[in-house]
Nanobody
Framework: VQLQACGGGLVQPRGSLRLSCVAS????????MAWFRQVPGKEREFVAA????????IYADSVKGRFTISKDNVKNMGNLQMDSLKPEDTAVYHC???????WGAGTMRESNFRYWGQGTQVTVSS
C-alpha cells in the first residue's frame, strides 16, 4: 500500500485545515489508519487513529475536541479535519496504516504501523 498525504499549508490560529491520505496499490479497507506529527528535534507524536471500518476513533489529549479523523473505504482514503488550530499544532503530519499491534490507546506507537505516507507541512501562525 502506498499512502499519499496532502492538504497541509499555512493557516492562522483558530483556523481550519483538512488533511487527506489517499491509498493506492491495494485496498486499505481492512486496515486501521492513523495520523502522527513531528517537529524538528522531537519524536513523531501520535495524533489520531480510526479503526478499519471507521466505527471507532482514538485521539491524543492535545487534539481531542478539535480534530476529527475519518476513513472512506469506498474512496480508499482517510481525512483529518483540524479545527481551532493552535501554533503548537505546527508540524509535519504523516498518515499511516495497518496497526500490527491491534487496536487500543496503548498500541498507537510509530513502530506498530506498517505503511507510511510522506509528510505534509502544517504551519499555524499569524
Amino acid at each position: 500500500v502506498q499512502l499519499q498525504a496532502c492538504g497541509g499549508g499555512l493557516v492562522q490560529p483558530r483556523g481550519s485545515l483538512r488533511l487527506s491520505c489517499v491509498a493506492s496499490g491495494r485496498s486499505f479497507s481492512s486496515y486501521s489508519m492513523a495520523w502522527f506529527r513531528q517537529v524538528p528535534g522531537k519524536e513523531r507524536e501520535f495524533v489520531a487513529a480510526v479503526i478499519w471500518n471507521g466505527g471507532r476513533t482514538i485521539y491524543a489529549d492535545s487534539v481531542k475536541g478539535r480534530f476529527t479523523i475519518s476513513k472512506d473505504n469506498v474512496k480508499n482514503m482517510g481525512n483529518l479535519q483540524m479545527d481551532s488550530l493552535k501554533p503548537e499544532d505546527t508540524a509535519v503530519y504523516h498518515c499511516a496504516a495497518q496497526n500490527v499491534g491491534g487496536w487500543g490507546a496503548g498500541t498507537m506507537r510509530e513502530s506498530n504501523f506498517r505503511y507510511w505516507g510522506q509528510g505534509t507541512q502544517v504551519t499555524v501562525s499569524s
